[in-house]
């Protein structure tokens, strides 16, 4: 009789310190994780300057009414080989998309860019707030000739 009493009180002591049920609180409930609150940024856009010619070599240049193609050829070559590393036509990188650039900057500021981005970082307003806009990734010089650059600039009309 003693051993089952014994194991009886076994037994219960067992099921009594079995699984713990969770009862679900009803009510208030506190979570302390802390949550980043975001402060909005406020983008300064570069401004449309169809007058700034930059700072560089070329002072003056008009484009005929028709594209070359064979100079737009050698150009997209050689954008194809150092411009796709941060530039893409359509797309933000790590510098501005070039499609529709004519719309926003003249023919000699570009021009001035690709063949001077040292002093146009420098001394020219659009460009320095480009830098401020892409988190001043510098456009590094790639010491073209005019030609290679003209040829680049034609390039662009076409996308």
């Not at 856009?45 to 193609?69: Q, R, Y």
């Not at 194809?80 to 510098?95: D, F, K, L, P, Y």
Request: a neutral charge.
């Amino acid at each position: 009789m003693k051993k089952t009493l014994a194991v009886l009180a076994i037994v219960s002591l067992i099921i009594s310190c079995g699984e713990k049920k969770e009862e679900k609180k009803g009510g208030f409930e506190m979570n302390r994780t802390k949550k980043e609150v975001k402060a909005e940024k406020t983008v300064e856009e570069v401004p449309v300057d169809l007058d700034n010619k930059g700072v560089g070599p070329i002072t003056s240049l008009e484009f005929d009414a028709k594209i070359d193609k064979d100079m737009a050829a050698k150009g997209e070559k050689t954008y194809s080989t150092i411009c796709v590393a941060c530039h893409m036509a359509e797309q933000r990188m790590i510098g501005p998309a070039l499609k529709g650039v004519y719309d926003r900057r003249s023919p000699e500021w570009v021009m001035n860019m690709i063949l001077n981005p040292d002093g146009m970082l420098k001394e020219d307003p659009i460009a320095k707030a480009l830098l401020k806009e892409y988190n001043n990734a510098v456009m590094l010089n790639q010491n073209l000739s005019k030609e290679d650059a003209r040829a680049i600039a034609e390039y662009l009309r076409t996308l």
